[in-house]
C-alpha cells in the first residue's frame, strides 16, 4: 500500500484546512487509517483514526471539537479536517494505514506511512 498525503500549507490562527491521504496498491485490504503528525524537536503523536467499514473514530484529547476525520472508501481516500486551528497545532502530518480492526494509537502498530505533508499555524 502507498498513501500520498497532501493539503498542508501555511493558515492564521483560527482558520481551517484539510488534509488527504490516497491510498494505492493493494487498497482491497480493510485498513483503518490514522493520521500521526510531528511538530519540530517533538515525538510523533497520535492524532485521530478511523475504521474501514463502520468509520469508528478515536480523536487524540488535544484536536478532539476541532479536527474531523472521514474517508470515501470508493476513491481510497481519507481526509482530516482541521478547524479552529492553534499554532501548536504546527506539525508535519502523516497517514498511516493499519490492519487491526481496533483502533490503535501507536504508531508502531501502523504499517504503513505516507510521507508527511506539512502544516503551518502562524499567530
Known amino acids: 500500500v502507498q498513501l500520498q498525503a497532501s493539503g498542508g500549507g501555511l493558515v492564521q490562527a483560527g482558520g481551517s484546512l484539510r488534509v488527504s491521504c490516497a491510498a494505492s496498491?493493494?487498497?482491497?485490504?480493510?485498513?483503518?487509517m490514522g493520521w500521526f503528525r510531528q511538530a519540530p524537536g517533538k515525538e510523533r503523536e497520535f492524532v485521530t483514526v478511523?475504521?474501514?467499514?463502520?468509520?469508528?473514530?478515536y480523536y487524540a484529547d488535544s484536536v478532539k471539537g476541532r479536527f474531523t476525520i472521514s474517508r470515501d472508501n470508493a476513491k481510497s481516500t481519507v481526509y482530516l479536517q482541521m478547524n479552529s486551528l492553534k499554532p501548536e497545532d504546527t506539525a508535519v502530518y502523516y497517514c498511516?494505514?493499519?490492519?487491526?480492526?481496533?483502533?490503535?494509537?501507536?504508531?508502531?502498530?501502523?504499517?504503513?506511512w505516507g510521507q508527511g505533508t506539512l502544516v503551518t499555524v502562524s499567530s
Open positions: 496498491g493493494r487498497t482491497s485490504t480493510s485498513y483503518s
Open positions: 498511516a494505514a493499519t490492519p487491526f480492526y481496533q483502533l490503535k494509537t501507536r504508531a508502531s502498530e501502523y504499517n504503513y
Open positions: 478511523i475504521s474501514y467499514r463502520d468509520r469508528r473514530t
